[in-house]
């Protein structure tokens, strides 16, 4: 059974950091793109940044471009997202994702696989 278990989530002040893992299970994502979606309650779930298979190959959204960090590690079959100068509207619940085919894919629909989610609350 596979299983994407996100962790690092929690409360934090405006311009402090976290950094959030997702650790898969089940079978290998070493050959497929991953990503993280964040969904703010009201909203719709909606696309934070992806990573190819190689890493090599990174994709943000203009709103979180230059703050966020995203990362693998194919050796723990783990993805990261490091998030500095956080601010109030980071605030919701964080969705690893994985099994699509590339990186550019930035829509709920392209990913096969999808963690509980980790909430990430930023106070002002």
């Known amino acids: 059974q596979v299983q994407l278990v996100e962790s690092g989530g929690g409360l934090v002040q405006a311009g402090g950091s976290l950094r959030l893992s997702c650790a898969a299970s089940?079978?290998?994502?070493?050959?497929?793109?991953m990503a993280w979606f964040r969904q703010a309650p009201g909203k719709e779930r909606r696309f934070v940044a992806s990573i190819s298979w190689s890493g090599t190959s990174t994709y943000y959204a203009d709103s979180v471009e230059g703050r966020f960090t995203i990362s693998r590690d194919n050796a723990k079959n783990t993805e990261y997202l490091q998030m500095n100068s956080l601010k109030p509207e980071d605030t919701a619940a964080y969705y690893c994702a994985a099994g699509a085919s590339s990186s550019r894919n930035t829509e709920v629909t392209g990913y096969d696989y999808w963690g509980q989610g980790t909430q990430v609350t930023v106070s002002s």
């Open positions: 089940g079978r290998t994502f070493s050959r497929s793109a």
